[in-house]
């Protein structure tokens, strides 16, 4: 009856003991796979930001010179564009409270909060 008790005893420490472990290695290839996945992201949302740069650097220069062949001034059509870009930060500026920090902070929590993993 002693020797049962012992034995189960030591069954019981061998199970306990793999549990652990299993569960040690479960969190490091969970903590694994969300590191990989916030630097695979940070990595694309990087590049997209850059290439977006480009494109609208590119669209706006093109703009300004096409408003300059228009009005028979390169330097008039860049000015225009310069008018353009004044209004967009006087616009959010305007925006800011009411519209664009409301905006970025749902952003925010429905992406931490609405995780599909």
Known sequence: MMDDLKA???QLKDHVSEYVQT???LAKAKATKGASNAVAGAVIGIAAVLLGIFFLAFLFT??????GSLLNSPALGFLCVAGLFLLLIVLIFALRKK???PLIRNAIISAVYDKKD
């Open 23 to 25: 569960t040690v290695q």
């Open 62 to 67: 093109a703009l300004a010179w096409w408003l």
């Open 99 to 101: 519209v664009i920090v």
């Open 8 to 10: 189960h005893t030591a």
